[in-house]
């Protein structure tokens, strides 16, 4: 049976070993692509991964928009273009192999106003120096791919952007993960280290190797071992409106011009891998790194840690005001729906009734400057290397990131 979001296959809770000789930390979709690509390239050695939650990918691997992106909108000198392109491609491929779905329905960026279309040069400029397919069109060939989509003279169109179930795809990993002979630890919770000993919910094992990719909690795993001191992690909330069966079909993802000095791509339609419109995301700047919903998740020392930041950077930074007040206002549905009205017709509030599953952006932000890291982050020695910021289009790249990883830790 092909697994879904609700069907996850009964597995053994795998026993903490003594040993190993890489462990990797954090169970999310880039923990298990990097175990993976390890244990196919050194097959002989123990590769443990440490998962917290009582199975992988409960947190922002498995909550995500589910959009593979094609890789337009980065600078050619970052990461995020150098591995997204061919991420996106790959692991489209590596579902449709497992018999997951894929909705290969391709993307629109439209236009808004006349003071947007310049902003398509630049992303036309990015595309084509990151080797990655987008045209301009008009607004009538939108029209065409899109009849619902709303813009101003052009638009863009990229016909490789995917959908998939980020769900199923976790479930999967961790399934491939385990036939391959990686040790899925899931309900042990890392603590801390000393030396090469990591002390975990369940004892202690000795580390070879330690890989970090703990999320939300990957700069506090850094620290224990020297790295990642410039940086905290500043988590966001993000909610999908999920449309009902009167929303109407769509044919294409619908996304606006982007703020390219913003790590956010802002308010867009998606469609799932089923066919289902969603609105959003938000991303309000949460309270606590697992700031879910009510008191879930909630820790007295990072309500004061992130709360204590986001007002440094309300009060210092006007991007981060602006930013913060226009999230607070996405959080209404009739705002949210307005905003979305503005890409796509035929949008009405009563057609949006229900919030998707929240999800937290592990966003980096740089201590001295209070800035917002826009690019993924790794640091580390020969003993640990620390995945500091993976945010998206992480999901996207991660089968080229866990590779550059591997490539970092045994050449």
Known sequence: MTPTATSRPPTAVAELPATADLLVIGGGVVGLTAAITLKQR?????????????????HASGRNSGVLHAGFYYTADSLKARLCRDGSERMGAWCEERGLEVRRCGKLVVARRAEDLPVFDTLLE?????????????????????????????????????????????????????????VVCDGVRWLG????????????????????????????????YGFGERYRILPF???YLLGEASAGPMRCHVYPVPDLGMPFLGVHTTLSVHGTIKLGPTALPALWRENYGGLSGFAADELAEVVSAEARLFFTDATFRSLAWRELRK???????????????????????RWGRPGIRAQLLERAT??????????????????????????????????????????
């Open 331 to 353: 959080a209404v549905r009739s705002y949210l729906v307005r905003e979305s009205a503005q890409l796509v017709t035929g949008l009405r509030v009563g057609d949006f009734r």
């Open 237 to 239: 909330r993000g909610l």
């Open 126 to 182: 990015r595309a084509h120096a990151n080797g990655v397919v987008l045209k301009r069109i008009s607004a009538q060939d939108a029209a065409e791919i899109e009849p619902r989509a709303i813009t101003v003279e052009q638009a863009l169109f990229a016909p490789a952007t995917a959908s998939v179930d980020p769900a199923a795809v976790m479930v999967a990993l961790a399934q491939e993960a385990r036939s391959l002979g990686v």
């Open 42 to 58: 050194l097959p002989d050695q123990r590769v443990v991964v440490l998962e917290k939650e009582p199975a992988c990918g409960l």
């Open 193 to 224: 280290r000393t030396g090469d000993t990591v002390h975990t919910s369940a004892g202690d094992l000795a580390a070879g190797f330690v890989l970090n990719a703990a999320g939300l909690y990957a700069d506090r795993v850094a620290g224990a």
């Open 370 to 411: 209070g800035r917002l890291e826009q690019d993924f982050v790794v640091e580390g020695d020969a003993r640990s290397l620390h995945v500091l910021n993976a945010v998206s289009p992480a999901f996207s790249a991660s089968w080229p990131f866990a590779e550059m990883l591997a490539d970092r830790i045994v050449g």
